[in-house]
T-cell receptor
C-alpha cells in the first residue's frame, strides 16, 4: 500500500539554525499538509498546500516557516531560525481530494532544538 | 472555533471486552470525521473516515458512528486484543482544504 515517507526520522539542531524537513507524499495525491505535535499535546495543523500554493495556514505558521514542492515528488517544510519551542514531532500528510478523502500521515520527524 | 474533545483520556480493559471511545465537537458544520491510531513515538494510522452525510462506517472489529447534529462520534472496538493498545485520535475536517482539528486522544490499554 502506498505510504507517505518522511526524512529524517530525528533531527537535532541548535537554536537559530535553519532546518528542512522532507516528505514524499503518496504519488496520486493532490493535497499536502504539515502538522506538528508537541510532546503531550494535541496534533496541530500548520499548513495545507494545493496546486503549488498554500491553501490554508494556522497562526503557528508565521514568517519563520515556509513550504515548497521543489519537484514532482518532494514536499518540504523549512524553519528559518529554530527556537526551543519548535521542538516537536512534525508530521507530513497527503490526501487525494482535500476535505473529501482521508488524510494519510507519515511516521514523522522528531525535531529537537537545543 | 471548532473544538474537539475525547473522553475518556485513558482506558484500561481486559482482553476480549467490547469498548466505546467518545469524541465530541462544537461546530456541526463538518465535511467529515476521521479516526486515527497512534502508537508511541509513531505516526498516525487512519482507521476510518465518516463523511458528514453518513451515520457509520465499519472496518473489521471497528465501527465508527457519527451524529453530526449533536456533535458526537463514537468508535466501537469489538473483542479487544492487546495489540489494540494505542492512542486513538478523533479529528474533524471543517474545510475543503482538508485541515484536521484533533482531539487530545484516548490512550487504550488492553491487558492480556
Amino acid at each position: 500500500e502506498p505510504e507517505v515517507t518522511q526524512t529524517p526520522s530525528h533531527q537535532v539542531t541548535q537554536m537559530g539554525q535553519e532546518v528542512i524537513l522532507r516528505c514524499v507524499p503518496i504519488s496520486n495525491h493532490l493535497y499536502f499538509y504539515w502538522y506538528r505535535q508537541i510532546l503531550g499535546q494535541k496534533v496541530e495543523f500548520l499548513v495545507s498546500f494545493y496546486n503549488n500554493e498554500i491553501s490554508e495556514k494556522s497562526e503557528i505558521f508565521d514568517d519563520q516557516f515556509s513550504v515548497e514542492r521543489p519537484d514532482g515528488s518532494n514536499f518540504t517544510l523549512k524553519i528559518r531560525s529554530t527556537k526551543l519551542e519548535d521542538s516537536a514531532m512534525y508530521f507530513c500528510a497527503s490526501s487525494r481530494q482535500g476535505g473529501y478523502s482521508p488524510l494519510h500521515f507519515g511516521n514523522g520527524t522528531r525535531l529537537t532544538v537545543t | 472555533k471548532q473544538e474537539v474533545t475525547q473522553i475518556p483520556a485513558a482506558l484500561s480493559v481486559p482482553e476480549g471486552e467490547n469498548l466505546v471511545l467518545n469524541c465530541s465537537f462544537t461546530d456541526s458544520a463538518i465535511y467529515n470525521l476521521q479516526w486515527f491510531r497512534q502508537d508511541p513515538g509513531k505516526g498516525l494510522t487512519s482507521l476510518l473516515l465518516i463523511q458528514s452525510s453518513q451515520r457509520e462506517q465499519t472496518s473489521g472489529r471497528l465501527n465508527a458512528s457519527l451524529d453530526k447534529s449533536s456533535g458526537r462520534s463514537t468508535l466501537y472496538i469489538a473483542a479487544s486484543q492487546p495489540g489494540d493498545s494505542a492512542t486513538y485520535l478523533c479529528a474533524v475536517i471543517s474545510s475543503n482544504t482538508g485541515k484536521l482539528i484533533f482531539g487530545q486522544g484516548t490512550t487504550l490499554q488492553v491487558k492480556p
